[in-house]
């Protein structure tokens, strides 16, 4: 392998779906790293916040490297919530990968592999580029249009200045292509990278601001550059060591990283790009930015799983490891041993622990007004009421899911707020855990496999 082949500014949109976690914006923590009682979608769990804010600083700060983290609480008390607002806080740079425990459980790849995959999404290479650019104000552009209509075979001419120079560029069909797809036209500012041909606008010139009334509020005026229309320019993109992976081994090659099938790497592979990274890291071309894997339930986990963990942690490219689970004292996967979380204490006692506490009615309030309006649902005061004591005395989630509910009953009716009839309504249509074990209790002959667990019996003794 002579040139590693990195991936180039990642032009993908996410889509924003109304999920569960979509209303969190980030930790809400105030300079000092305080927890605010309700900030950036988080409500609450002022501790357990705070500890996730420290951790986040030392790693922005690049002071900590190969750390582990546990979040360990009850059902619904934010474990996830805090994870994604790590997340979010995290910035751009920093890479934030997330699995759940249960995905490396996968027919394609075996365990450690999918374990080695996810670490390498959290290790994130910042990468100096030199590259060549001609930036300038668009004078004209001139397409011609070929006797023989056929668009593969345009032409065209483009006229680029600066306030010292104006040259004639010649356009194939590809940057023809390009320049209607950005929308140039004259009076635009643009950066074209040499190499790739990729067009950017940068804005309008200011000379033509007075020129059009068409233009939308949004138009950014810019001045016209200066100097010499080439330029050199220092560009620096972070992408994971699992892409650069993923893009060398031959057999998978780059549409793979989309497909997401990427099956398992050789080693040989990463060898040699971790060599080469070390390479560029000497050279001064490259640095390492470590980032966060957070793998959820992670009692899903088997022993094999954790001795790995033990091992990648000690690694000196390691990223920081986040890890959330609700278990109380468990077996561990794939022993017959019980440990505290389902996790064995070596691994326990590299962990750093934070705690999640249930929540108290108010928050619960809070919470709920919050996905109200991520979710665009109008509800009555009284109706809050209802749905607040309903989330106290089931659970959180359960109340959060009556909200879509609701507002649909309520549509139904032609209402315009959701009320208390419409809580109420689908309280008794859809049951909490509460009355569908009270129903299962009463009705258990009726069902298959009626067995009540014996409380007696020790789930250490189930087979696998
Ligand atoms: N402090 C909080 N502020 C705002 N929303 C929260 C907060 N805590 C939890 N939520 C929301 O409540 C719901 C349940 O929380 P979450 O999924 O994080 O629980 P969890 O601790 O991961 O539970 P489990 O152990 O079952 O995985 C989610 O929709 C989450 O976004
Ligand atoms: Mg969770």
Known sequence: MTELKVLEGKDLTRIERIGAHSHIRGLGLDDALEARKNSQGMVGQRAARKAAGVILQMIKDGKIAGRAVLLAGQ???????????????????????MMAGSEIFSLEMSKTEALTQAFRKAIGVRIK???????????????????????????GKLTLKTTEMETVYDL??????????????????????????????LGRSFARSRDYDAMGPQTKFVQCP????????EVVHVVSLHEIDVINSRTQGFLALFAGDTGEIRPEVREQIDGKVAEWREEGKADIVPGV???????????????????????????????????????????????PHGIPIDLLDRLLIISTQPYTEEEIRLILDIRCEEEDVEMTEEARDLLTKIGHETSLRYAIHLITAASLACLKRKGKEVDIEDISRVYSLFVDVKRSTQFLMEYQEQF????????????SQMSE
């Open 293 to 339: 894997l957070f793998i959820d339930e992670v009692h899903m986990l088997d022993i094999e799983c954790f001795s790995y963990l033990n091992r990648a942690l000690e690694q000196d490219m390691a990223p920081i490891l986040v890890v959330a689970t609700n278990r109380g004292i468990t077996r561990i996967r794939g022993t017959n041993y019980k440990s």
């Open 448 to 459: 298959m496999f009626n067995e009540m667990a014996d409380p007696t019996q020790d789930d």
């Open 226 to 233: 200066e100097g010499e229309l080439q330029k050199r320019k």
């Open 129 to 155: 580029e030199e590259t060549e650019i001609i930036e300038g104000e668009v004078v004209e552009i001139l397409i011609d249009k070929p006797a023989s209509a056929g668009s593969a075979s345009k032409t």
């Open 172 to 201: 194939g069909a590809k940057m023809i292509e390009n320049l209607s797809k950005e929308k140039i036209q004259s009076g635009d500012i643009v950066a074209i990278d040499k190499a790739s041909g990729k067009i950017t606008k």
């Open 75 to 97: 059902p619904g008390t934010g474990k996830t919530a805090i994870a994604m607002g790590m997340a979010k806080a995290l910035g751009e740079e920093a890479p934030f990968a």
